[in-house]
C-alpha cells in the first residue's frame, strides 16, 4: 500500500525537473530540456497521441503535451502510482508499430544493453513516431545503478536505426562548467543547514552566472555538454 502523499510528492518532483528553480544545482540543464522539448513537441503533428513514457516514474514532460495527449503510459522498473507497466525498457510488453512518441529521459544511463532499449523503442514506435530523449554526458554518478554517460558520437551509434536525430547539448561546455560546478560543491555539503544555506548562496549565484554566459552565446563547444537531449524519428 503507497502513502497516501505519494502522487502529492511525485507532482512535486515532476514540477521541479520541468520548472527547476535557481535553487537547484540542475537548473541549466533541467530549463533547456524543457525550452528543447517544447519547441519539438510542437514539430509533432497530430493530435490524440499515444505516447510511451520509458522509465516513467515522474513523468515530467507530460504537461507539455497539453491537449493533444490521448493515451498516456508509463513504464519503469519501479511501482509508483504513475507508472502502469513494470517493465524494463530492454524488453516492452507492447506490439510493434504501437506509439506517436516515446519519451525516455535519463532512463538510457541505466539500462545494462542501450542498443537493446533502442531497438525494442523503434519496434513500439509507430513509422514517422517519435523519439524524445535525454541522456547524460559529463556528469557525476548519480546513482549507483546508472551505467553509462553518453557522448554525441554514442547517441548516433545508439540510435543509428532511426530515419533522422537531432542531438542537442542542454548546454554548452561553458554552462556545464557552473552545472559540473555546483552539483559538486552541493553534494559535498554534508550537513542539511549548510546544504540549505549553499542552495540559497552559492547555488542560485553559479545558476545565474551560467545562465547568463549561456545567453550571451559565448561558446558553442560542447565537449564538456553535460546532457544532450535528442529527437529521433522512426
Ligand atoms: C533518473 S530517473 C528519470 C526519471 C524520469 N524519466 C525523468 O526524466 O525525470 C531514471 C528512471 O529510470 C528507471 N529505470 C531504471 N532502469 C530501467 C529499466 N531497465 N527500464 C525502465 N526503467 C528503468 C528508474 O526506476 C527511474 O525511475
Known amino acids: 500500500m503507497k502513502g497516501p502523499g505519494q502522487l502529492d510528492d511525485l507532482s512535486k518532483i515532476e514540477h521541479q525537473r520541468l520548472y527547476p528553480r535557481l535553487t537547484d544545482p540542475n537548473f541549466l540543464v533541467l530549463r533547456s530540456r ?3 522539448f517544447q519547441s519539438w513537441i510542437k514539430t509533432i503533428s497530430g493530435n490524440n497521441l499515444t505516447i510511451l513514457d520509458v522509465g516513467g516514474r515522474y513523468q515530467p514532460y507530460r504537461p ?6 490521448g493515451r498516456y503510459i508509463a513504464c519503469d522498473l519501479t511501482q509508483t502510482e504513475l507508472v502502469d ?18 519519451i525516455a529521459t535519463q532512463v538510457f544511463d541505466y539500462f545494462p544493453h542501450p542498443r537493446k ?5 523503434y519496434d513500439a514506435l509507430k513509422p514517422g ?7 547524460a554526458s559529463v556528469a557525476p554518478r548519480f546513482a549507483d545503478q546508472e551505467l553509462w554517460r553518453f ?3 554514442g547517441i548516433r551509434a545508439t540510435l543509428s536505426q532511426f530515419r533522422t536525430l537531432e542531438v542537442v547539448p542542454e548546454s554548452s561546455s561553458l554552462g556545464g562548467f557552473f552545472r559540473t560546478t555546483n552539483i559538486w560543491l552541493h553534494s559535498f555539503t554534508r550537513y542539511s ?5 549553499y542552495e540559497v548562496t552559492v547555488c542560485p549565484f553559479l545558476n545565474s552566472a551560467g545562465w547568463a554566459l549561456e545567453k550571451a552565446g559565448l561558446s558553442r563547444d560542447d565537449q564538456f555538454a553535460p546532457n544532450y537531449s535528442v529527437f529521433a524519428v522512426k
Open 34 to 36: 524543457r525550452i528543447i
Open 193 to 197: 543547514f549548510l546544504r540549505k544555506l
Open 129 to 135: 513516431g517519435v523519439l524524445l530523449m535525454s541522456v
Open 117 to 121: 532499449a533502442a531497438e525494442e523503442i
Open 64 to 69: 507539455l503535451f497539453g491537449n493533444r495527449l
Open 151 to 153: 557522448t554525441r558520437g
Open 85 to 102: 507497466v513494470i517493465a524494463s525498457g530492454e524488453s516492452l510488453p507492447f506490439g510493434s508499430n504501437t506509439f506517436d512518441v516515446i
